[in-house]
C-alpha cells in the first residue's frame, strides 16, 4: 500500500457568500487536515459544528469563499468526490440497485464496455449482488445506504465519503453497513465517517473533533477518553469537549482506578469485553 498524502487542507477557512455579505464570521477556521490513502478518519462535533461542510470542501463541492489551500495528491482529476448523505433516498436515480450504479457510470462517461464489471463488482463488494434488481423502494435505509456507498465504489471515488450514513438506521441495519464499511476500509479503501454516535468508533480510529469551525482533536478515539494517570482529576479531552463517556468507558476507568489498566480504552461493551480478555492472557 502506498502511502502517499490523498488528500490535504492547508489553513482552509471558509465563509459562504451570504455569511461575507453579512460580514458574520467563518464557519471552518483554519482547517489542518491531511488524509493519507487507506485510513480511517471518524469526524465527530456537535450540530452546527462544520463536520458536513468540512467533508464537503474535502470533496471539492464548495469552493467558493474557501481560503487557504486544498492538494489532492494522487486522486488526479478535479472533479468533486462524491459524499454518501443522511437519507438514504438522497443520492439514488435508479429504481433498482442495478439500475442507479449504471446509470450513474453513464452519467460520468464510463465506457459501455467497463460499466457491467464495474456495477457487478461494487454491489457485490456491499453485499448486494442477490438484490441489485430489486425495486429500490423495497430495500432497507440500510441497504439503500450501500447502493448509495456501491455507486461511490464503482465511480472509483478515491476516498469515501459519509456524512451519518446511519443516522436515519436502526441499530441491526447500522452495524451492517458499519461492518460492511469497515471490511472496504480493511481492503484499502480511504474512508471518511461523520457521526455522532460514539459506539460507532474502534479504539484505534483516528478521531477529528470538531467545535465552531475548529478541529479540537485530532487523535486516536480511545485517547478521547484518556484521563491524566496522575494529579489533579482532570477529565478526558472527551469530557472537556462536552462528550458523555459510554458506559464502557466508565468501567474503564474504575478498572484503572483499582491498579487494571487495559491495553486500549473500550468505547462500547464488546470492545470492553474484548480489551479484559487482552488483559488476562
Ligand atoms: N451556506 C451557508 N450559509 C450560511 N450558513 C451556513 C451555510 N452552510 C452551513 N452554514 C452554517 O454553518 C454551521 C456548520 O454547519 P454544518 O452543516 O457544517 O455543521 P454540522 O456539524 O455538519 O452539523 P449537523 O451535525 O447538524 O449536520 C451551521 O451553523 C450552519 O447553519
Known amino acids: 500500500m502506498t502511502h502517499h498524502a490523498q488528500l490535504e487542507l492547508k489553513h482552509i477557512s471558509y465563509a459562504p457568500i451570504s455569511l461575507i ?32 461542510t ?11 469563499g474557501v481560503r487557504g489551500s486544498l492538494h489532492r495528491a494522487g486522486i488526479g482529476r478535479d472533479k468533486p468526490i462524491p459524499i454518501v448523505m443522511q437519507h438514504p433516498d438522497a443520492g439514488l436515480i435508479g429504481s433498482t440497485p442495478w439500475e442507479d450504479v449504471v446509470t450513474l457510470l453513464e452519467r460520468q462517461g464510463v465506457p459501455a464496455e467497463g460499466i457491467v464489471p464495474l456495477a457487478e463488482q461494487s454491489l457485490k463488494n456491499v453485499g448486494l449482488i ?3 434488481h430489486q425495486p429500490l423502494e423495497t430495500l432497507s435505509g440500510g441497504q439503500k445506504q450501500l447502493v448509495a456507498i456501491a455507486g461511490c465504489l464503482a465511480a472509483e471515488a478515491p476516498i469515501l465519503l459519509l456524512d451519518e450514513v446511519t443516522a436515519m438506521l436502526d441499530p441491526g441495519m447500522t452495524s451492517i453497513v458499519c461492518s460492511h464499511v469497515r471490511r472496504l476500509n480493511q481492503q484499502g479503501t480511504t474512508v471518511l465517517w461523520i457521526t455522532q454516535r460514539l459506539e460507532e468508533l474502534m479504539p484505534s480510529d483516528r478521531t477529528l ?14 485517547e478521547l477518553f484518556r484521563r491524566a494517570s496522575s494529579g489533579e482529576a482532570l477529565g478526558s479531552p472527551g469530557e472537556l469537549l462536552g462528550f458523555e463517556a459510554p458506559y464502557a468507558v466508565k468501567v474503564a476507568w474504575e478498572l484503572g482506578a483499582q491498579g487494571i489498566e487495559l491495553p486500549y480504552i473500550p468505547l462500547t461493551v464488546n470492545q470492553l469485553a474484548e480489551a479484559v480478555s487482552w488483559y488476562e492472557r
Do not use: C, P, Y
Not at 460580514?23 to 462535533?45: A, F, K
Not at 468540512?54 to 467558493?64: E, F, H, P, S, T
Not at 470538531?210 to 486516536?220: A, K, L, N, Y
Open 54 to 64: 468540512l467533508l464537503k470542501v474535502a470533496a471539492g463541492l464548495i469552493r467558493q
Open 209 to 222: 473533533v470538531m467545535s465552531e469551525g475548529r478541529i479540537v482533536f485530532d487523535d486516536s478515539a480511545g
Open 21 to 52: 455579505s453579512e460580514s458574520g464570521g467563518d464557519i471552518l477556521t483554519d482547517i489542518q487536515m491531511t488524509v493519507r490513502h487507506g485510513e480511517w478518519i471518524s469526524i465527530l462535533g456537535m450540530n452546527g459544528s462544520g463536520k458536513s
Open 130 to 132: 442477490n438484490r441489485m
